[in-house]
């Protein structure tokens, strides 16, 4: 009967058998792409700028609006009344 700490190396795993590590490399793609797919990531990221950005200019044109209603002296109102209808203008493409 052989002995597990006999250094003897048939091929049976034991406890006390050192593991080498292991030198070969997984395979690179070839083609310059890298192993992670960075598309889906890149449009969560763009994905979420947008929301924010859409939220924070929702936020501004409600505070303006309140301001130009609530607002106590008139040259304020007519003030924010002025920024509201320049954040509100149709921008014009082309």
């Known amino acids: 009967m052989r002995s597990i700490r006999s250094g003897d190396d048939s091929g049976a795993l ?3 058998r050192k593991l080498r590590p292991s030198t070969e490399r997984p395979p690179r793609p070839s083609d310059g792409r890298t192993s992670a797919p960075v598309l889906p990531g890149l449009l969560h990221d763009t994905a979420t700028l947008t929301a924010t950005a859409s939220l924070l200019y929702g936020g501004i044109l409600a505070i303006v609006a309140l301001t130009s209603v609530l607002a106590r002296t008139p040259e304020r109102r007519r003030d ?15």
């Open 14 to 16: 034991s406890p006390y």
């Open 80 to 94: 924010a009344r002025s920024t509201l209808t320049i954040l509100l203008r149709k921008r014009r493409s082309g």
